[in-house]
């Protein structure tokens, strides 16, 4: 069965960097893009980007372009999400969601929530 | 960017009763939408995609229609394990974007 497991609860300083991984299982892992999504306590989801694990080719939301980067590990079928230059604005729970059919989001992971405290 | 417009944002039901939810999108999306539900404290789940198409396992009772600019999500009889919040997705173009989401809660 499809299976993303999400690393654990971070709590960062002002300025800091965070980097969230999410190891697939299940599934062929180059075949599949992988979304990274958000979502802040009490608000609404928020797309952050999208690889592609077969060549590492990302997109970016506009938001984020200069201080997200994605990258993929295929020998532990792993994404990464790093965020740097963080503010409490970040502070979040942050998604990665394998890419289905006509790229929707079919699995999620369990989210990693990341604070963002001085 | 393409802006999805939910509504209501809020919405009091009671078990039984048929609901429908409306997404509106900025611009001609096609048919590329799809349409999740969230408890809370959990993640998203994926009801129905490419606006009309059950994923599997979801029950037969949600439906979507809509096609270019207006979509809606309906439950036929609504049970005590789908108040929860839904959101709508589309995935025509990048970036990718959700409307604000619709709780529905129970009347």
């Known amino acids: 069965q499809v299976q993303l497991v999400q690393s654990g609860a971070e709590v960062k300083k002002p300025g800091a960097s965070v980097k969230v991984s999410c190891k697939a299982s299940g599934y062929t892992f180059t075949t599949h893009y992988m979304h990274w999504v958000r979502q802040a306590r009490g608000q609404g989801l928020e797309w952050m980007g999208i690889i592609d694990p077969s060549d590492s080719s990302t997109t970016y939301a506009q938001k984020f372009r200069g201080r997200i980067t994605m990258t993929r590990d295929t020998s532990t079928s792993t994404v990464y999400m790093e965020l740097s230059s963080l503010t409490f604005e970040d502070t979040a729970v942050y998604y990665c969601a394998r890419a289905g059919p006509h790229i929707v989001a079919d699995y999620w992971g369990q989210g990693s929530l990341v604070t963002v405290s001085s | 960017d393409i802006q999805l417009t939910q509504s209501p944002s809020f919405l009091s039901a009671s078990v039984g009763d048929r609901v429908t939810i409306t997404c509106r999108a900025s611009q001609d999306i096609s048919s590329s939408l799809a349409w999740y539900q969230q408890n809370p404290g959990k993640a998203p789940k994926l009801l129905i995609y490419?606006?009309?198409i059950l994923q599997s396992g979801v029950p037969s009772r949600f439906s979507g229609s809509g096609s270019r600019t207006e979509f809606t999500l309906t439950i036929s009889s609504l049970q005590p394990e789908d108040f929860a919040t839904y959101y709508c997705?589309?995935?025509?173009?990048?970036?990718?974007?959700f409307g604000g989401g619709t709780k529905v809660e129970i009347k």
């Open positions: 490419a606006a009309s």
């Open positions: 997705q589309q995935v025509n173009s990048y970036p990718v974007t």
